[in-house]
C-alpha cells in the first residue's frame, strides 16, 4: 500500500548538547502544528530527546558532525522520525538495546535510552555500520489508538 | 535550569528543587551543584523535590540514580518528590521506586491549586 505524504520536516545540526533542546522543540510543534495528541507529542519529544543524545554522546564521541532529524506524517496518521549521524557507529546493537547497558557509566548514563525509544514508540529499527554511523528510526501512530 | 537547594539543620534535610527540563546538556550543572550541597552539608536525607520540571529523560533518571548512589555511601537516604504524571512513568519505566520512595507534599498541592485559575 503506498502512503501519501502529509507533511515533512528535516532539520541538521552539530552535535552539540544545547541541540537536544533544539530537537524536542521542532519536533513538538511540527506534530502540535498536525494534530497530534499531547500524550502522543510528549512521548516523542521524550524518544526523539534519548536519540539524538545518543547520537551526540555516543555517535561522535570527543568529535563534533552532523546530526540530522527527520520527521514524516503520513495521510494514514503514522509518524515517522529518523535520526541519523555519521559517527562512530554501533559494534553490537543488540547489547546496545538491552536496559541498563552503558558505555558512559561514569557520566551517569542509565542506559535506558532505547527501552525509553522502545516503549514510547510503536515500532523501532537501528541500522548501524561501525566507522559509518547510526540510523534510528522510530514509527509511531499521531492518535493513541492508531 | 540550576536548582535551588535548602538545608534543614535541625532534621539534616537536604531539599533541592529543580527545574525547567532535565536532559543530558544540564544534568551535568544540576549534578555538581546537589553534590557541592551533599558534601557540605552532609545530609542524612536528601529530597530531590520534581515539582517544578516540565520535561525530562533518561538523564534525569541517571541524575536521581547518580545522587542515590551518593548519599548512600554515607548511609543517606534520597527520596523523590512531586513529579509530575509523565514523569512519574518514566521513573516507573525505570524502576526508579526500588531504590527511592516517591512522594507527594502538601506544600506541592498548594502551590499547585494556587495557581489555578478560580472560575
Redesign the interface.
Known sequence: MKREVKNKMKLSFISRSENEGLSRIAVSAFLSSAGADAGVIAQLKTAVSEGVTNAIVHGYRGITGIVTLECTIYENGLIRTVIRDKGTGIEDIEKAMEPLYTTAPEEERAGLGFAIMKSFCDRIRVRSVPGKGTTVTLDKYIAENG | MIPITEYDSERKILTALLQG?I???C??EI?RCIDIAIDKYSPELLALDFSGVT?M???G???V??RYKLMKETGGETIVLNPRD?IRK?ME??SLGRLTKIAYTAHSAAKASSGRKVP
Do not use: K, T, V
Open positions: 527540563e536532559d543530558h546538556h544534568a551535568g549534578r520535561f529523560d533518561s538523564s533518571i541517571g541524575l540514580m547518580g509523565d518514566l519505566l525505570a
